[in-house]
């Protein structure tokens, strides 16, 4: 079945240094990705989303590429910020309609000053 | 702020005991999602409806969940017999016909079976 790994579970940067979060799935369908952040006590907001493959997509200074060959889409930041502290989630949908989104477990990005 | 609306915040109840929580979509959001959000963070597909209608459910969710989105009226997703392994965080959201499967959450009801 349809499955989403997220590598980390915890990671611990210092303001202004770059990050990437890994996001690799699983799938038989035609893969739509997206991330979400999820701030303490807060709804998780969609990040991104990607259905292209190779083509870079950006959003508020984070971007991730969609690599079909290799069923990854890394979540990337160059210079992290402490706003940035929150859980990140990798999910899978297998189209474009109304489909069930595949979460990952989450990586929990805590960035210190 | 998220623009789909989930009452109660927190919701406290004893096992057996009903619970029930509610979710205003997105407007103009024909489909409605229920996830659990367990105390690890993951995410627990439950139920979706298109309007009024069942999309896909899972096994749990029809032997002890109930759940609805009368016309008109706010979404429901009611816990007919609490249990401790229920205690999560329920988040509703909601995805428009133009972006089918983009989700947008609101913020949760947390529940606690004590």
């Known amino acids: 079945g349809d499955s989403v790994t997220q590598t980390e579970g915890l990671v611990t940067l210092t303001k202004g240094l770059p990050v990437m979060l890994n996001c690799t799935y699983q799938?038989?369908?035609?893969?739509?990705l997206f991330w979400y952040v999820q701030h303490l006590n807060e709804a998780p907001k969609l990040l991104l989303k990607?259905?292209?493959?190779?083509k870079r997509t950006e959003h508020q200074g984070f971007y991730a590429t969609l690599h079909k060959s290799s069923s990854s889409f890394h979540l990337q930041k160059s210079s992290v910020q402490l706003s940035d502290s929150a859980l990140y989630f990798c999910a899978l949908s297998e189209g474009s309609n109304y489909n069930v989104l595949y979460f990952g477990s989450g990586t929990k990005l805590t960035v210190e000053p | 702020n998220s623009k789909v609306i989930q009452t109660p915040r927190y919701l406290v109840k004893g096992q057996g005991q009903k619970a029930k929580m509610r979710c205003i979509p997105e407007k103009g959001h024909p489909v409605v999602f229920w996830y659990q959000q367990n105390k690890n963070n993951e995410f627990k597909f439950l139920i979706n409806?298109?309007?009024?209608?069942?999309?896909?459910q899972i096994d749990m969710t029809e032997k002890r969940f109930s759940a609805e989105c009368p016309s008109n009226s706010p979404c429901s997703l009611e816990i007919q017999s609490s249990e401790a392994g229920d205690s999560a965080l329920y988040l509703c959201a909601s995805s428009h016909r133009d972006s089918q499967n983009t989700l947008y959450f609101g913020a949760g009801t947390r529940l606690s079976v004590l």
């Open positions: 409806f298109q309007n009024q209608e069942v999309l896909q």
């Open positions: 799938t038989t369908y035609s893969p739509f």
């Open positions: 990607s259905s292209t493959d190779n």
